[in-house]
């Protein structure tokens, strides 16, 4: 094994007896582009919503529930898709979430949630998980569009502008008060000690 890692490191620092150096260099730069661009497209790709939607667990559960939510219906029309909330926007983060979804789609293949109840049954610790990634990067998800600093709390309720405001003093971050504010599934209740979504979101 070592001699032939020997005898390809020797082939690749032995310059070429049939190519230059430019043509070398020409096809290093067009396949790295190539490289490059096929990379960004297939994020692009994995990032939209058609295609987090298409494991019909994902579509029939989650998808679903959002849809009657303001996330998805609202006066502005700005809706954010899956991707806006579940995948962080820089670059290194980005790529260990994709990593980490490899679980995920290990799970759509093996069927563990490929039904209503299974995936019921598996809900509270999926929301446990989620939940505490967005702890973990202060809810970078929520504050890729919505920012605290350029809130207008006079336009909102008296409890949303209190929670708002005080955010930064307790040591908040947004998903400690919005737990399940775009997934509500029928039969859960909020974390202990949370506010009821539904008031404290219709009050901003």
Known sequence: ??????????????????????????????????????????????NTEAFCTSCHEMYAQPFQTVQQTTHYNNASGVRPTCSDCHVP??????????????????????GMIDTPEKYMAHLEQMKAREIARMRSNDSAGCRSCHDVARMDFSA??????????????????CIDCHQGIAHQYPGTVPASGQEPLAEVAAEH
Request: hydrophobic share 45%.
């Open 1 to 46: 094994m070592l001699g032939m890692v020997r005898h390809w490191w020797g082939l690749l620092r032995r310059p070429s007896t049939r190519w230059s150096v430019l043509t070398l260099l020409v096809v290093g730069i067009v396949l790295g582009s190539v490289g490059v661009v096929g990379f960004n497209l297939s994020l692009h790709a994995t």
């Open 89 to 110: 926007h820089e670059f290194v983060p980005k790529m260990i979430r994709k990593i980490e979804a490899a679980r995920e789609v290990w799970g759509s293949i093996t």
């Open 156 to 173: 909102q309720g008296e409890k949303a502008r209190f929670y708002h405001s005080a955010m930064a003093e307790q040591g908040k971050t």
